[in-house]
Nanobody, 123 residues
Framework: QVRLVESGGGLVQAGGSLRLSCVAS????????MAWFRQTPGKEREFVSRISGSGCISGYSDSVKGRFTISRDNAKNTVSLQMDVLKPEDTADYYC????????????????WGQGTQVTVSS
């Protein structure tokens, strides 16, 4: 059984930074690409970033590219999302999941991630 625990969210002013983390268990962590998604009430959930199992390949949505940095520490079963130059439109609940469930997650399935962590960016 895969378990994912997100943390690190909070309230920041526009232009500030936060670092999110996701600790995984129940899988051979380094064998799986991981991804971050976000969800804002009234909006469809959105892909944010992904990273390969080795950490050598990463990708970002256009909305966060240049501001967010994804990384992972396989020795600690952790994937992180460094968020810099935060904008009010980044306000959302952030979730991590195995990237192989990308399509299901965007379609509305909720059983592929943990409890999420809330990020609020004030103007």
């Amino acid at each position: 059984q895969v378990r994912l625990v997100e943390s690190g969210g909070g309230l920041v002013q526009a232009g500030g930074s936060l670092r999110l983390s996701c600790v995984a268990s129940g899988l051979t962590f380094r064998s799986y690409a991981m991804a971050w998604f976000r969800q804002t009430p009234g909006k469809e959930r959105e892909f944010v970033s992904r990273i390969s199992g080795s950490g050598c390949i990463s990708g970002y949505s256009d909305s966060v590219k240049g501001r967010f940095t994804i990384s992972r520490d396989n020795a600690k079963n952790t994937v992180s999302l460094q968020m810099d130059v935060l904008k009010p439109e980044d306000t959302a609940d952030y979730y991590c999941a195995e990237d192989r469930y990308y399509k299901q997650i965007l379609a509305g399935r909720d059983d592929y991630w943990g409890q999420g962590t809330q990020v609020t960016v004030s103007s």
